[in-house]
């Protein structure tokens, strides 16, 4: 990284992308070698955060794209996180925390770069972080549903009542702020909530 700040004024597009992969990814093999499970993830996107206001408040393209790269790791650590045995308060749980701090992550990276005008490699960035990170909540809420009402035996009924109300809470946020790609996701989610209850039981 300070190879990486000492050259990149000379503007040598390559050198500064690989210098600036270089210390993205032994920073990132620093925080696997120290780090494992849900802090693992967290340290990810930290770093991720961290990185991309980097990228935006010093101008540099090469490290807002490391760093999105970092993030979506991140998400994917996330994703396949294990629920552990302290993970079973609905909503109050490590788990969906560390979900949530990834969709506000998203979001924050997203606004970002509404702030700027981004050159052709990056251009559109902004929605589909958007598009992600409503994905992303989505599946969560989804997940935690699923792991916090599954010993009530009432899971798939809360289940379908979110699967109903999400998407129409994320149509008309994009219809308020134009984001057709918002639109277009909840038109699937809707179609997959129809299936979900034309498939729930009727209860006793």
């Known amino acids: ?22 210390g993205s990814g032994l920073l990132v093999s620093a925080a696997a070698w120290q780090y494992e499970g849900k ?3 967290f340290a990810l996107l930290l770093i991720a955060l961290i990185g991309s206001s ?3 408040l010093l101008k540099r393209e090469e490290l807002r794209v490391w760093s999105l790269a970092i993030l979506f790791a991140a998400i994917f650590k996330s994703l ?7 993970d079973k308060v609905f909503l109050f749980n490590a788990k969906f ?3 949530f701090a990834n ?21 559109g960035v902004e929605k589909v972080l958007q598009i992600i990170a409503a994905a992303v909540l989505w599946f969560a809420v989804s997940w935690d549903i699923t792991v916090g009402f599954a010993p009530y035996g009432n899971a798939q009924n ?22 057709r790609g918002l639109m277009q996701l909840s038109v699937l989610l809707v179609c997959a909530s129809l299936i979900k209850v034309l498939i729930l039981p009727y209860a006793s």
């Not at 990149?8 to 500064?16: H, M, V």
């Not at 969709?103 to 251009?123: N, P, R």
Request: aromatic share 24%.
């Open 39 to 41: 802090v693992l993830a």
């Open 103 to 123: 969709c506000a992550v998203l979001l924050f990276v997203g606004w970002m770069y509404s702030l700027f005008e981004a050159g052709e490699f990056e251009k």
């Open 54 to 56: 980097l990228g935006y």
């Open 80 to 86: 396949f996180e294990p629920y552990g045995s302290a």
């Open 158 to 179: 809360f289940m379908a009542f979110w699967w109903v109300i999400y998407p129409v809470a994320l149509a008309w946020i994009g219809f308020a702020g134009k984001r």
């Open 97 to 99: 925390g560390l979900m």
């Open 1 to 22: 990284f300070l190879a990486y700040a000492l050259v990149d004024r000379l503007e040598y597009k390559k050198i500064n992308y690989t210098l600036s992969f270089l």
